[in-house]
């Protein structure tokens, strides 16, 4: 939220292709977004925690833990191809900003059914 509310973004009117989204980066990160460099970290620990979750319930065998890590995974999944979308669209698009809110808010929602469902398997 806070990275939405107050990190200025470049004004580029659209990034194109890797170099292209490489030079918004930078522009990004001179003009103050170490806020958005943390968020974005923050984004590749919850996707690789994320994968060593679906790998922990799929040792486990059980079905609804299953699911719910992999409900968990694409969750996160979806919100981090959103956030590259973001980024390749010079930072204009909101429909997918708000896509990578959504699936984080999903993941968040995935993962505490998954603690849930956990409680019954003591």
């Known amino acids: 939220m806070w990275v ?3 990190v200025s973004f470049p004004s580029t009117t659209q990034a194109q292709g890797f170099f ?4 918004a980066m930078m522009g990004l990160m001179q003009s103050g977004g170490g806020l958005f460099m943390i968020h974005m970290m923050m984004g590749y620990l919850i996707f690789f925690l994320s994968i060593v979750d679906l ?7 059980k079905a609804p833990v299953i699911v719910t890590s992999l409900s968990g995974f694409v969750s996160v999944l979806f919100a ?11 930072f204009t698009n909101n429909l997918n900003s708000y896509f990578m809110a959504t699936g984080f808010l999903l993941a968040f929602t995935s993962y505490s059914f998954t603690l849930y469902t956990l409680r019954g398997y003591r």
């Open 55 to 61: 790998v922990a319930s799929i040792i486990t065998k």
């Open 20 to 23: 292209g989204v490489m030079g």
């Open 4 to 6: 939405n509310l107050f």
């Open 80 to 90: 981090g191809i959103n956030g590259l979308l973001f980024i390749f669209s010079g």
